[in-house]
């Protein structure tokens, strides 16, 4: 092993040890693999400022191929709930972070995950403009619909008379935790944002291989 790889192991090794002690779900093992996958794809990424992190052109690629997402406005609302700084590029630990509630995460984890992605102006509040938006990005639309938008403001409505407890045309997070401890399948209500458990079953076999085995 060269000085330098032997170098570039112990960084990896010390920022997993200090990762997996911030983060849940992920032990100090895996966090070393997350990061070494990190690097690997940063050295994909053409973008010179890759020092920074992925790019959103990068992240949604990830999300697209390796966890199977297509709707555009969710890929940018998870980029950005990955994204905790605003800096338009997800760093090592924002992506372990990120992964970690992605993959692994408590339902109160997911509920406010789901909400901060479905809070299109983050607001605090999902608005029926919002929830039009998703809905209508997420839905396929028949060519046979004189007027699809009509039967997606029904479904806006109806979502509103199921969680909307305060009745004030809007859901807030209490709205949405509600909703969701009363029937989990609302989780992911207004468009797929988290993983399906087959994609994670294949991502995590791939990331967490031994990471000395190569």
Known sequence: MSEMSAMNRKIIQNLAETFS?????????????LIRLFNGLLGDQSDRRAGNGLDRGKFRNILH??????????MDRVFHAFDKDNDSYVSVKEWIEGLSVFLRGTLDEKIKYCFDVYDL????HISREEMFHM????????PTEEDPDEGIKDLVEIALKKMDHDHDGRLSSVDFEKAVREENLLLEAFGTCLPDA?????????????PHEN
Do not use: P
Request: aromatic share 8%.
């Open 135 to 142: 809905l209508k990005n997420s839905l396929i639309r028949q």
């Open 65 to 74: 191929k390796t966890f199977g997402m297509t709707d555009d406005m969710i």
């Open 21 to 33: 002690r911030q983060v849940k779900h992920f032990d100090k093992t895996e966090t070393e693999c």
């Open 121 to 124: 102006n983050g607001d605090g």
């Open 198 to 210: 087959k994609s994670i079953l294949a991502f995590e076999q791939h990331a967490f291989q031994d």
